[in-house]
């Protein structure tokens, strides 16, 4: 004899869950839409050079926090969802906790990274040139002791 167990199979549980389905698949929709019309405003008002140049940005930067992310999301929802599951829905705190610090610490190190990349392409030509001069005077007086 089977027996049914109550849960959150009812009705408006079914209808919220359809609702929400929808709602998903036309806000995916409707960024493909404006993701096409976006590049074709930015193929067209920049030219080929310049939409080559935005698109690869935007492909590092997406790349690039991605990677930062280092899965918390997918991990979040698996974990969440299985504290709630198993009616432990107090530890779903120390579970974010957990699943932030790791991506606090890689956003840090990207930012470290732009930040020192940055610097080095605005100062990393003016110390090739100092250590240039340096080597430049050393030689210059070596040559003249002789």
Do not use: C
């Not at 504290?83 to 930012?111: I, Q, S």
């Not at 020192?116 to 250590?131: C, D, Y």
């Not at 030689?139 to 002791?145: A, I, P, V």
């Amino acid at each position: 004899m089977t027996e049914a167990v109550a849960g959150p199979t009812t009705a408006g549980a079914r209808s919220g869950l359809g609702a929400a389905a929808v709602a998903n698949l036309v806000g995916g929709a409707l960024g493909a839409v404006v993701n096409l019309v976006l590049a074709a405003l930015v193929g067209r008002h920049l030219g080929v050079e310049g939409s080559g140049v935005y698109f690869l940005v935007v492909a590092v930067f997406v790349v690039v926090a991605n990677t930062a992310e280092l899965g918390a999301d997918t991990g979040l929802v698996r974990f969440v969802a299985a504290t709630r599951a198993r009616g432990r829905a107090e530890d779903t705190g120390w579970v974010v906790r957990t699943a932030v610090g790791p991506v606090l610490v890689g956003g840090a190190l990207v930012v470290l990274g732009f930040v020192l990349r940055v610097t080095f392409a605005l100062i990393g030509p003016l110390l090739i040139l100092a250590l240039g001069y340096v080597v430049y005077k050393m030689m210059q007086n070596k040559g003249g002791t002789n």
